[in-house]
């Protein structure tokens, strides 16, 4: 990690860069449904999909099923593209809540390795994980929602569908917004079209969105 931040702080943003250091951080610590060993195998396995393309993952040994370790590289290489079908598939084999900690997981390792590859910085991987296992956190009331495959926290439809969709697993929740305040734009912000660090527009940030998740067929 010294490394990391050593090529990180000459570059980027202090808040950032703080960002990015709790995300690699999390991804090697242990979730509500996986454990620390696990999340920090199927981050691997992500990053490694979202490169290649392909839907069958890196070998990462027995630290996490082959199984989940399949549904990982699917949602990070898009190949094939998820579909409700599949999701229902996987739901009845790993549950929900599960299904719900491993996007949130896929997203932001392969945000945090983009975002390094794209501005040429060492590739690096999350920290050594210990032994802890999952913590099993009671989900919230939960609901279903019109727009979103997944359980949703209660009550449902009252904010946007990308919004809600990982309310259920409130640590994975917190997790993906703590890296999108930093490297997009701060939830509280959303209402405030002319919201701006200093150096693009809201505009611009909203093109540059656009033009990510049509390339990448977000249903959003």
């Given at each position: 990690m010294t490394g990391y931040l050593g090529v990180m702080s000459a570059t980027i943003r202090p808040d950032l860069e703080l960002a990015h250091r709790r995300t690699?951080?999390?991804?090697?610590?242990?979730?509500?449904?996986?454990?620390?060993?696990?999340?920090?195998?199927?981050?691997?396995v992500g990053v490694a999909a979202m490169w290649s393309g392909?839907?069958?993952?890196?070998?990462?040994?027995?630290?996490?099923?082959?199984?989940?370790?399949?549904?990982?590289?699917?949602?990070?290489?898009?190949?094939?593209?998820?579909?409700?079908?599949?999701?229902?598939s996987v739901r009845e084999r790993i549950?929900?809540?599960?299904?719900?900690?491993?996007v949130g997981l896929v997203a932001v390792a392969s945000a945090a390795a983009s975002f390094r590859r794209t501005l040429g910085l060492?590739?690096?991987?999350?920290?050594?994980?210990?032994?802890?296992?999952p913590t099993r956190v009671d989900?919230?009331?939960?609901?279903?929602?019109?727009?979103?495959?997944?359980?949703?926290a209660a009550p449902a439809d009252k904010t946007a569908a990308v919004?809600?969709?990982?309310?259920?697993?409130?640590?994975?929740?917190?997790e993906l917004w703590s890296l999108a305040d930093a490297q997009y734009i701060p939830d509280?912000?959303?209402?405030?079209?002319?919201w701006t660090r200093g150096t693009l527009t809201r505009v611009d940030m909203e093109?540059?969105?656009?033009?990510?998740?049509?390339?990448r067929e977000c249903h959003y």
């Open positions: 690699w951080s999390s991804l090697a610590s242990a979730g509500t449904w996986f454990s620390a060993r696990e999340r920090r195998a199927l981050a691997r392909s839907a069958e993952p890196v070998d990462v040994g027995d630290d996490v099923s082959h199984e989940v370790a399949a549904v990982a590289a699917r949602l990070a290489s898009g190949s094939p593209h998820p579909t409700r079908d599949w999701y229902e549950g929900a809540l599960a299904y719900v900690e491993l060492v590739e690096i991987e999350p920290p050594e994980a210990n032994d802890d296992g989900p919230p009331e939960l609901a279903d929602a019109r727009w979103n495959w997944v359980p949703v919004v809600q969709a990982l309310t259920a697993v409130p640590a994975t929740f917190d509280a912000e959303m209402v405030d079209p002319k093109l540059i969105a656009t033009r990510v998740s049509f390339s």
